[in-house]
Each structure stands twice: as C-alpha cells, then as structure tokens.
T-cell receptor, first 114, second 111 residues
Framework: DTAVSQTPKYLVTQMGNDKSIKCEQN?????MYWYKQDSKKFLKIMFS???????INETVPNRFSPKSPDKAHLNLHINSLELGDSAVYFC?????????????FGPGTRLTVL | GNSVTQMEGPVTLSEEAFLTINCTYT??????LFWYVQYPGEGLQLLLK?????DKGSNKGFEATYRKETTSFHLEKGSVQVSDSAVYFC??????????FGEGTQLTVNP
C-alpha cells in the first residue's frame, strides 16, 4: 500500500530516556514533516525537510533532533524525555512545487512519558 | 502573521442535522485553504481544498467556499451522519510548504 507509515504506534517510557520514532513514505514525495498534537488536539509543526535538507525548524527544544537519511525517511530522535513531551507525533509528506500543498499524514505515534 | 481561527468545540448534533464549522484566516496574499479530518485513533486526512477566491471545495457531502472578502472558509454539510464524528481542522498554506492549522473542532453526531 502507498502510504506514510510510522513506528512505533505507541511508546511508553520513563523520564530521562532517549527514544526514536521512525517515518517512511512511499509516495515519491520530496518533503516530509513532523507535527506534535497535544492533549487538546492542537497541531503544531516541528520540522520540515525537503530532499534531506532542513527547511522548517520551529521553536523546539534541541533535545529533539530530526534525521533524514534519504527523502523517503524522516526520523525523530528525542533525548532526555520530559513529561511535557507526552503527545501524539504525526509524520507527513508532500510534493514540493505545487501550489496546493496537500500533505499526507501517518497514523501517529502516541508517546507517553512517565 | 498568518493564523487560522476555528469555532470552538465540541459540537454535538443529531443525525441528519445541518453542520457549520466556522473558519477564518489572516494572511498576506491569497493562500490555499484546506479542511482536514481526523477520525478517532487515526492521522489527518485531507477532506477538501480551495486554491483561490470563490473556489468551492467539496467532498463526501461537505463543502467550503473560499471567501476573500470575509477571509473565511466555513465548512458545511447538509445532513450529518454518525460516521462524520471526528475532529475537523481548517488550515492554510503559508510560505515554505508550511501548513498552519486551526485549533480543531470536535464533532460528535448522535443517532
């Protein structure tokens, strides 16, 4: 199936740990994103990569480090996890150069920090 | 700066009721506008879009018209179903392939 996939779907971990979330898309897109959705459903962009280059970097703690090994993958590594990092993280992708920038979203990763 | 404001939820309706979810935006220029829907436990899916003033986006019985004069993109459906229960997000495309989302509106449709 063509899609944006994320692993894991659920992640429960202790404060202070380091964890990674992986994202892959097979849609042939060249731009990928990470969003954070809080408990009130508010959705905020964190990062965006175009052809493996960082193009959007919102005000995110430097404990969060995205890595794009190729344009089909954008992984998110989080160091020293804090309680406030608990949220649902969504990966998305799109094709640049189009005016109507339709983004395709993954199913989300629910991160719970204890 | 660019922003999107949606009507506050949650919204609860009976089946076959008329739905309106208000959305207004602030932007420089004329951004493309979108409605995304998030069903329980899933990621967001594009519901409809409009790329220029007076365009009407439509899908699955939902409609929204790009109104430049009122900077609005209200979502409407004439007769909602239980399966429409979800969170609805209005969004605009800003610079650098960026989507700015509204706060989301939770819709619950009761049988």
């Amino acid at each position: 199936d063509t899609a944006v996939s994320q692993t894991p779907k659920y992640l429960v971990t202790q404060m202070g740990n380091d964890k990674s979330i992986k994202c892959e898309q097979n849609l042939g897109h060249d731009t990928m994103y990470w969003y954070k959705q809080d408990s009130k459903k508010f959705l905020k962009i964190m990062f965006s990569y175009n052809n493996k280059e960082l193009i959007i970097n919102e005000t995110v703690p430097n404990r969060f480090s995205p890595k794009s090994p190729d344009k089909a993958h954008l992984n998110l590594h989080i160091n020293s996890l804090e309680l406030g990092d608990s949220a649902v993280y969504f990966c998305a992708s799109s094709l640049s150069g189009q005016k109507n920038n339709e983004q395709f979203f993954g199913p989300g990763t629910r991160l719970t920090v204890l | 700066g660019n922003s999107v404001t949606q009507m506050e939820g949650p919204v609860t309706l009976s089946e076959e009721a008329f739905l309106t979810i208000n959305c207004t935006y602030t932007a420089t220029g004329y951004p493309s506008l979108f409605w995304y829907v998030q069903y329980p436990g899933e990621g967001l899916q594009l519901l409809l879009k409009a790329t220029k003033a007076d365009d009407k986006g439509s899908n699955k019985g939902f409609e929204a018209t790009y109104r430049k004069e009122t900077t609005s993109f209200h979502l409407e459906k004439g007769s909602v179903q239980v399966s429409d229960s979800a969170v609805y997000f209005c969004a605009q495309e800003t610079s650098g392939s960026r989507l700015t989302f509204g706060e989301g509106t939770q819709l619950t449709v009761n049988p």
